[in-house]
């Protein structure tokens, strides 16, 4: 037997591991109810977090949690489901028009959440809700648990439902055995049980406690596919974040170049890293960064996912290429933005590789493509300049 903790895991991935391991050994994957690192870790194990969870305004989020609810149950209805079991962070944030900061970088907070044909319940610690979010949940009729409570909730939940379609199954041959008995033709009644839905990433603990397949039905999640579709408000508070924080990178390219240029100042890439967060957080509804700012300079610069640190980083060369990619959170949306600069001579390589780059992204700007074209399709349009002119250098 091979073991998993099963809340680490999502049910797809568990499945696909139980397959490989039977057909490498015969042997069986099985859930660990006790996870051995947190064992070990013991009392030395930092604390979960436990940041505030506020509420995000309809000015930024553009429709209500009633309404979201609504169109969810109508997605239940149409699947003749018996609700959906919410796992995913992101998606949770969104559906209760909630925010927190218990990952960072991220506007998320630990939570679970059920929603039914006729309730909502959110699992989250109550030390993270003021008494502005309760009233609030209360008001749209959400109800609100401890967030250790949600495997025995599911579990009893899926129970009570098994229950109800086992009664109503036995109604519907009572009914079907008098209509024998009068003379009347004698078909057995069939009466299909009502599954929960849960997303394709929701962890193998989530639908063990829901009963397995007999009572869960794994799927592209509709508040994932809702929260896509952006209304007018999300889209306007996407572009009027990203206009906000264009400014704060333009001030602060600015000040870079003054600095290395005219004052020839010494300025590492931390430095220049915290100089740019404190100009955008002058900027209205900002929260924080999207990511730890990538602040390189020369052969750093070309480290993907680079993250200078602190008293161990370069010092900025003004004769080297310089890259930033970063990003900020804003109450109305999040950016992410890269620029690649030099504040001398740049090298005949250089500006041919920059230029290659250049191409490709213009190239893909203005490029017509069929509905349903994916990005992976697409990516082509952005490199064929670099791979050609990798071509001709082999030659």
Request: charged share 25%.
């Amino acid at each position: 037997m091979v073991g998993v903790d099963p809340t680490v895991i999502s049910a797809s991935d568990a499945r696909k591991l139980a397959e490989k391991i039977k057909a490498s050994g015969g042997a069986d994957l099985v859930a660990v109810e006790e996870n051995l690192v947190d064992t070990v870790w013991g009392r030395e194990r930092p604390p979960m977090p436990n940041q505030a969870v506020k509420v995000l305004g309809l000015g930024f989020a553009g429709k209500s949690v009633k309404a979201k609810l609504e169109d969810l149950r109508k997605e239940l209805e149409k699947k003749k489901s018996s609700g959906f079991i919410v796992s995913m962070l992101d998606e949770i944030a969104w559906l209760f028009n909630l925010r927190g900061n218990d990952i960072p970088y991220n506007p998320v907070f630990f939570s679970y959440a059920t929603v039914t044909p006729t309730s909502a319940t959110l699992y989250v610690d109550s030390s993270k809700l003021s008494k502005e979010v309760q009233d609030y949940l209360i008001e749209n009729n959400i109800s609100m648990r401890p967030y250790g409570f949600i495997f025995e909730d599911v579990e009893a939940l899926s129970r009570s439902i098994q229950a109800h379609s086992a009664t109503q199954e036995e109604k519907a041959d009572d009914k079907s055995a008098n209509v024998t008995s009068s003379g009347g033709n004698s078909t057995k009644s069939e009466t299909k049980v009502k599954k929960f839905l849960v997303s394709n990433k929701a962890s193998w603990a989530l639908k063990r406690s829901l009963g397995g397949d007999a009572n869960v039905d794994e799927v592209r999640s509709p508040i994932g596919d809702a929260k896509a579709v952006k209304n007018e408000t999300e889209l306007e508070g996407m572009r009027a974040c990203h206009v906000r924080d264009g400014a704060a990178l333009i001030e602060y390219f600015a000040w870079l170049e003054n600095e290395l240029v005219v004052n020839k100042a010494t300025i590492d890439e931390v430095h220049a890293a915290d100089k740019l967060e404190e100009l955008r957080s002058r900027h209205k509804h900002f929260v924080g960064l999207s990511f730890d700012t990538i602040s390189s300079t020369g052969p750093n610069a070309a480290v993907i996912h680079y993250k200078p640190e602190r008293g161990n980083c370069s010092i900025i060369d003004p004769n080297a290429i310089y890259l930033c990619d970063s990003g900020a959170q804003y109450y109305d949306g999040t950016t992410d933005t890269t620029r690649t600069l030099h504040f001398g001579t740049p090298t005949e390589m250089e500006k041919k590789a920059y230029t290659l780059v250049l191409k490709g992204n213009i190239a893909l700007d203005t490029a017509v493509f069929p509905k349903g074209t994916s990005g992976f399709s697409l990516d082509t349009l952005a490199r064929q300049f670099l791979w050609v002119s990798n071509h001709h250098a082999c030659f």
